[in-house]
């Protein structure tokens, strides 16, 4: 199988994990070029992923390693089980779709760099996978929980631009204490 076979098919699984369609105003691969160098992007710890104990929300808890500023991002039930689970070093008895993915790459040679959240606008939370292949580097549009989720099965790194802290923080999405767990 080709290399750009090989690149073509796992563009078309992303795409499928992050629930792209294929219409008009859907998102589009970027990975024509090679990958951009972020300017101020800092590596993130996948604190916590919990039920809001206010309003029961899914939530993912993000602290940078840097300057240590955090965000909650709410998510979706599968979602935070989907994050939950290699957090908290659970290996599911038959592979969830995550896994799946990982071993899709695995087997067309293509790896997975890091993932970048790389926006919030409109209370949405954007995201970037960041792939490697012999065939050259793909950038590939992502659900930032799904991002999460696979970055943490693959042990690389979650980055999220600055930006992302200034505009969570002015939209009042700072992390709510959490009672402890007894």
């Known amino acids: 199988m080709s290399t750009r076979c090989r690149v073509g098919i796992v563009a078309l699984a992303v795409a499928v994990l992050a629930g792209f369609s294929s219409g008009a105003g859907a998102p589009r691969d970027r990975g024509d070029g090679p990958t951009p160098k972020l300017a101020s992007s800092q590596e993130v710890e996948v604190v916590a992923a919990y ?3 206010v309003g029961q929300a899914p939530v993912v808890l ?3 390693k840097r300057d ?3 965000f909650p991002m709410v998510i979706g039930p599968f979602e935070l089980n989907a994050i939950a689970l290699p957090l908290n070093h659970v290996t599911p008895p038959r592979p969830l779709t995550h896994d799946l993915f990982l ?3 695995g087997r067309l040679k293509v790896s997975l760099r890091d ?3 790389t926006d ?3 209370d949405i939370y954007y ?3 960041h792939l490697q292949s012999t065939g050259g580097d793909l950038t590939l549009d ?3 929980s799904d991002a999460i989720a696979l970055a943490l099965r693959a042990g690389v790194p979650v980055l999220v631009e600055d930006q992302v802290f200034d505009k969570a923080a002015a939209a009042g999405r700072e992390p709510a204490p959490r009672r402890p767990s007894i």
Do not use: E, H, M, Q
């Open 142 to 144: 992502s659900r930032p």
């Open 127 to 129: 995201a970037v996978l």
């Open 51 to 53: 039920l809001d104990p």
């Open 115 to 117: 993932v970048v959240i």
């Open 120 to 122: 919030f606008r409109d």
């Open 62 to 64: 993000l602290r940078g």
């Open 68 to 70: 240590k500023r955090s």
């Open 103 to 105: 071993t899709l790459f």
